[in-house]
């Protein structure tokens, strides 16, 4: 066999579509028709080059990064209290009665449970709301808690008569419904479309899957918050924030955005190949043969030369079925809707070869 110090090989993703209908623009084999003479001895391999069309499409989210958190209103504490006056079933009906009128959805109630009395706490915020016992409340009621997180709670003891004889008349037994406000989680699916209408239409349905009637998105001019109600306040995810161009980490209504990059928080192209050895990235041994970054122009062909090539050994001696597998940061599969060629360049491995001779 000739003693050549190097070669360049071209696989293209059309080709490979071509040999078998499993194949696409984002993961493709091609088998070689010739054999390929290698140089003889150690030899390593790089990518000097690629061709391809930017994919039409958004890349994928991380994983939890495709949320926009909505909060309505503020947290609320609401201070109540029983007070001892003639009995306590009596005195627990006018506090019922006292709150319906003052509207508080807040209520008392007594199960009998084993012969036992017990008593029940219910609020009707429509939240996660939070209940805090005062300790006189805790005694007589029979509530081994100073602090639930519940909107329905049950003592956990009896109610304790003798504990409520011995209070004052008069006496408040006070306890606190602490009220979050409303919160809503909206999860983008993917992938989104590179179109900021499309990206907002996303947007605007999940909030009517989360039945946010009353606050959409527009883009009109760039992306706006269409609302009456201020009280919104809207937290987006890092890549969100990224997409919509802002470092605010929550605003209200009256965000908006002249300019929108869909490509933003995941701009790199992740080129695989059964060529390398494995390398470590991302704390994981991975056969990458590159990192390119994508590029934003549509319909438009790119050309990338790399320089310096970086090279890795070759893996194997045996170039008859070349794998090439393009993912996204996130690790999916980008899908390209054309061509994209790579062009390898392989070479006599000269360093590693002197160290293998030195160590032998």
């Known amino acids: 066999m000739e003693d050549r110090h190097s070669l360049y090989l071209t696989v293209s993703s059309t080709c490979a579509i071509k040999q078998s209908a499993s194949n696409s623009n984002g993961d493709y084999f091609t088998n070689l028709i010739n054999k390929v003479e290698l140089p003889i001895g150690l030899c390593e391999v790089g990518i000097a080059e690629v061709f391809y069309t930017p994919c039409q499409k958004v890349f994928g989210y991380e994983i939890g990064d495709n949320h926009i958190n909505l909060t309505l209103g503020k947290e609320e504490t609401i201070i109540l209290k029983v007070i001892k006056e003639v009995l306590l079933p009596i005195d627990i009906t006018s506090f019922n009665i006292t709150c319906s009128e003052q509207g508080y959805p807040v209520a008392l ?18 939240g996660n709301d939070f209940i805090r016992l005062s300790e006189t409340f805790q005694n007589v009621f ?4 100073a602090l639930y997180e519940s909107n329905e709670i049950l003592a956990e003891n009896p109610v304790n008569i003798a504990a409520y004889n011995a209070l004052p008349q008069g006496a408040g037994m006070l306890f606190e419904v602490i009220v979050p406000p409303k919160s809503f989680v909206l999860k983008l699916k993917e992938p989104t479309e590179l179109t900021v209408d499309d990206f907002v239409s996303a947007i605007n349905e999940e909030l009517l899957l989360a039945n946010v009637l009353d606050l959409s998105f527009s883009s009109d001019e760039g992306i706006n918050i269409v609302s009456n109600n201020t009280n919104y306040r809207i937290t987006p995810s890092r890549r969100i924030r990224e997409i919509l161009g802002t470092d605010k980490e929550e605003f209200g209504i009256d965000f908006s955005t ?23 990235y991302n704390g994981r041994h991975e056969n ?4 390119l970054k994508h590029e934003r122009l549509q319909n438009t062909e790119v050309h990338k030369t ?7 050994h070759l893996q194997g001696d045996n170039l008859a079925s070349i794998h090439l597998c393009l993912r996204n940061e996130t690790g999916e599969i980008i899908p390209f809707s054309q061509d994209f060629t790579v062009t390898f360049h392989i070479r006599k491995g000269f360093e590693r070869q002197r160290e293998s001779e030195a160590k032998g």
């Open 109 to 126: 109630r007594q199960l009998s449970i084993n012969e036992k009395i017990y008593y029940q706490i219910k609020t009707e915020y429509g």
């Open 142 to 145: 029979g509530f081994e808690q």
């Open 258 to 280: 002249p300019s929108v990059d869909l490509f933003s928080g995941n701009k790199r192209i992740i080129i695989y190949t059964n060529l390398v050895t494995p390398q470590i």
């Open 288 to 291: 990458i043969g590159a990192l």
């Open 306 to 312: 790399f320089s310096p090539v970086q090279y890795h």
